[in-house]
């Protein structure tokens, strides 16, 4: 159980990271694209609160839809393999002991641990062997979808405050920078869920946010 609800919460916890960059980086590309074409306050802000709203309907279905697809395969995997196992354990007993020792493990060791895993739960090792994910681990579609829901806007409320609150001549600038240290943070956060080179990931996301706004603002400045 405690695997079944750390693996859920990291879950929700992803989807609340995601869901808060994209809010910031998708916001503050569409603001400030807007300021740059010369628009009134008004008008950038209205813009930045109905890309809020579509983004988080998204992001929210976009969550929902990944999970479910990943309990799809789940139960794809889970229909296919108990049909294998039936038809051909000693196949797939093979199949698990071959790929150990081919990891270096020597073949005593291999068999040892084939035997132990094929004889507690058969189905489950095959699945984790042959697919590379557990019909242990149970995340909640409709809960990743809440978080994701209502992270977009916080993020998304970061670039629209900065840009409401800057001076006129500073409002593209400031927004700007302040994005690309949420970025980094956001970045760096979203690395560490993943087990990821947390420098790279912060640096990865900084660039996108760059790229991002640099589009927004050079496409939006066409307009003036």
């Known amino acids: 159980m405690k695997k079944k609800s750390l693996m859920a919460q990291n879950n929700l916890v992803r989807a ?4 808060g960059n994209d809010g910031i980086l998708s916001v503050a590309g569409i603001i400030i694209g807007v300021a740059g074409a010369g628009q009134s306050l008004t008008a950038v802000m209205l813009s930045g609160f109905a890309g809020t709203l579509a983004g988080m309907v998204s992001m929210a279905m976009g969550e929902y839809v990944s999970v479910e697809s990943s309990r799809d395969a789940q139960d794809r995997a889970r229909k ?6 039936e038809q051909d354990y000693d196949k797939e007993f093979n199949f698990v002991k071959d790929k150990y020792q081919a990891d270096g493990i020597s073949a005593q060791m291999a068999l040892q641990a084939t035997k132990e895993m094929m004889a507690k739960d058969p189905l489950e090792t095959m699945v984790r062997e042959r697919f590379g994910f557990s019909l242990n681990s149970k995340v909640s ?6 978080v994701s829901f209502f992270a977009f806007p916080t993020g998304a409320a970061f670039p ?3 840009m409401g609150l800057a001076k006129p001549e500073w409002r593209i600038a400031a927004t700007f ?3 690309l240290v949420a970025l980094l943070i956001t970045g760096y956060l979203a690395a560490v869920i993943n087990g990821a080179n947390r420098i790279r990931g912060a640096l990865r996301n900084l660039v996108a946010g760059i790229l991002t706004m640099a589009v927004t603002l050079a496409i939006g400045s066409l307009f003036r």
Not at 80 to 85: A, F, R, T
Request: hydrophobic fraction near 60%.
């Open 80 to 85: 296919e393999e108990s049909k294998v196992l």
């Open 177 to 179: 920078l302040a994005v």
């Open 160 to 162: 629209m405050t900065l």
């Open 141 to 146: 579609a409709g809960g990743a979808a809440i």
């Open 16 to 19: 609340g990271v995601m869901g």
